[in-house]
């Protein structure tokens, strides 16, 4: 990445390796998630140490598929899941050390884990800052009681009113929670005063991003017996709108469509998935993007653990996937080496026929090989992307 006086400009960068794990249990199954994962109450689950048994074997067989892996040096990893703070501590510190037994790591790896409300505490905090994590997410979605209700999601109020104080006196510095918008039942403006709240702790990462309506959810169960409606699209719409405008003034760089940082906070992880970087994905449900290769794990825990990952990998494709995140970015970026590293000629022309095309429209601009969306192409994004890889 190339930073200039107020902008970063991403960059191809595909010589480090990222890693992702993925715990699969939470407290109980939200209603809308797609995410493979189980609720199993407040206890711990009783696979857990099998489980990570399980990762590092899964990393060993990795390694020994692609030995070139060795080489790369790790600047990322990722514990998502599920609900990743419901393992112990000491799971992921083993864990941590056994990647760094296996590989180098960069001197500013950033080390990320996802926290649900009801597991955050000062003395979590504390735990994972000392075993190295250096940056926490915390899932909030909202602070409104009907909305969560309606997610079905777990609330334990004290935790919910506790968050906010508990994650700006973190010794760990790079926090940013989730909220959602658009909850049929609530309004816009319980969005606004959910945000205007975290804003005013000037938290350094914001996800914003609208509810959606996936297959095979208890959700989307609901809506089609009737008993829950479908997400407020208008409101959805007048809300992505609205934020851009609203999280620059309060000093955030809009750096995805759904994603704000103040400047030098964006996740370097999920930054991987949007600009076609490798990544080491490990666990049940994970998947991971090796050599031009891809790979998906089995989204059950009992299987992942009875029987190792099998060697099975599928070529990328380049020509279309790359405009799918690529194009989710707000933030600049090298356009040209993207196209020119990643695409074949002809769909270089095609892409770069397309972008001129957008520009002219108003929909972007394009400034010595660099390549930034502006706000007017956002409703459309969806379509214009379609429109790049047809
Ligand atoms: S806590 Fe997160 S991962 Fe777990 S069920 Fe809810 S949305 Fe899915």
Redesign the pocket.
């Known amino acids: 990445m190339k930073q200039t006086t107020n902008e970063t400009i991403w960059q191809v960068r595909n010589s480090f390796l990222g890693i992702y794990v993925h715990f699969p249990y ?5 209603d ?4 493979y ?1 189980e ?1 199993i109450g407040s206890g711990p689950a009783n696979d857990e140490m099998s489980l990570f048994s399980s990762y590092q074997k899964e990393v060993l067989e990795r390694i020994s598929h692609f030995p070139n892996l060795k080489n790369k040096t790790i600047d990322t990893v990722f514990f998502g ?3 990743p703070s419901k393992a112990t501590t000491k799971h992921w510190e083993n864990f941590l050390h056994f990647l760094r037994s296996e590989f180098e790591f960069a001197k500013e790896t950033e080390i990320s884990i ?1 926290v ?1 409300p009801e597991d955050l505490s000062p003395n979590l905090l504390d735990e994972y800052a000392k075993i190295g994590i250096n940056r926490v997410n915390v ?1 909030v ?1 909202t602070r409104n009681p009907i909305g969560l209700e309606f997610l079905g ?2 609330f334990d109020k004290e935790k919910y009113d506790s968050l906010l104080c508990t994650l700006t006196s973190s010794p760990i510095k790079r926090v940013g929670i989730d909220l959602m918008y658009g909850i049929p039942g609530l309004q816009e403006s319980d969005f606004f005063s959910d945000l205007a709240y975290f804003l005013e702790a000037g938290l350094p990462h914001l996800s914003l991003y609208s509810l959606t309506l996936e297959k095979g959810t208890q959700y989307s169960r609901d809506v089609k017996d009737h008993k829950k409606s479908e997400p407020e699209e208008k409101t959805q719409s007048e809300i992505l709108l609205t934020l851009p405008e609203l999280m620059e003034k309060n000093g955030y760089r809009w750096y995805e469509v759904s994603n704000y940082a103040k400047p030098g906070f964006e996740s370097k992880h999920n930054l991987k998935y949007w600009t076609y970087e490798p990544y080491l994905g490990i666990g049940p449900g994970a998947h991971g993007f090796i050599e031009g290769s891809r790979y998906g794990n089995p989204r059950n825990a009992m299987t992942y653990q009875k029987k190792p990952p099998k060697n099975q990998y599928e070529e990328a494709t380049p020509n279309t996937e790359l405009a799918l995140t690529l194009f989710r970015l707000f933030s600049p970026f090298q356009y040209l080496e993207f196209f020119q590293t990643y695409l074949e000629l002809p769909t270089q022309t095609k892409y770069i026929e397309t972008i001129h095309k957008w520009e002219k429209q108003g929909l972007c601009s394009i400034v010595s090989g660099v390549f930034q969306w502006k706000k007017e192409a956002l409703l459309l994004l969806d379509d214009l992307i379609l429109e790049i890889t047809e």
């Open positions: 939470c407290f109980k199954k939200c809308y998630c797609d995410f994962s609720g899941g599920g609900t996802e649900n899932g979605q999601r777990h």
